[in-house]
């Protein structure tokens, strides 16, 4: 398995409050994805990054800002959470000589839930 | 023109037969098409992945079809195994773009 790492796993919280979920991966990937979950809706895009500090807008990136201060950490934060976005999250990593970056390993997801 | 739609929602299949998945998509900009495999507690893996300039691709019992002048391509598992039982997403992208996926299908094989 890719060494991805996804932390929390699960977290319950309430509407209002900030969130921060942490991706971290030990395969020196240049690009790194957030995606999120949802029944019906397949996975869609909130942020990805090409390279450290290199960070850009996917389709549903309302309500979700990221950072990435280092290789192998990528930061989704939800800075006033709603219960829209309860959700499952994944991480994504990709290495760019292959398949042009598309994403290639998940981490196995953060379960959250908003109150 | 983003969208990717997938069939069926689930599908049943039993041990040793052939589950077929399909994909239409409507951007001809297109010009990756992969599928990821999902079992439940896990992340998306990707299976496999075809570009238009051929029509089938196939890796030990996973074939894909692409059909370029209809806009579909489509998921063959042949000898189906109750292993395989899982969620199959499709997806395609632009080669400089990022990838949009079908919304999933649920595949449980019976022995």
């Known amino acids: 398995d890719a060494g991805i790492t996804q932390s929390p796993r699960h977290k319950v919280t309430e509407t209002g409050t900030p969130v921060t979920l942490r991706c971290h991966q030990t395969?020196?990937?240049?690009?790194m994805y957030w995606y999120r979950q949802d029944p019906g809706h397949g996975l869609r895009l909130i942020h990805y990054s090409y390279g450290v500090k290199d960070t850009d807008k996917g389709e549903v990136s309302d309500g979700y800002s990221v950072s990435r201060s280092k290789t192998e950490d990528f930061l989704l934060t939800l800075e006033s959470a709603t219960s829209s976005q309860t959700s499952v999250y994944f991480c994504a990593i990709s290495d760019v000589r292959l398949d042009n970056g598309q994403p290639q390993h998940f981490g196995d997801g953060t379960r959250l839930s908003i109150l | 023109q983003q969208q990717v739609k997938q069939s069926p929602q689930s599908l049943i299949v039993q041990k040793g037969g052939i589950s077929i998945i399909n994909c239409a998509y409507e951007?001809?900009?297109?010009?990756?098409f992969p599928w990821y495999q999902q079992f439940p507690g896990k992340g998306p893996a990707l299976l496999i992945a075809i570009r238009p300039d051929v029509s089938e691709k196939k890796e030990g019992r996973f074939t894909i079809s692409f059909n370029k002048s209809a806009k579909q391509f489509s998921l063959h598992i042949m000898d189906s195994q109750p292993g395989d039982s899982a969620t199959y997403f499709c997806a395609a992208s632009r080669t400089t773009d990022k990838l949009i996926f079908g919304t999933g299908t649920r595949l449980q094989v019976f022995p």
């Open positions: 395969e020196n990937h240049r690009y």
């Open positions: 951007n001809t900009a297109f010009d990756y």
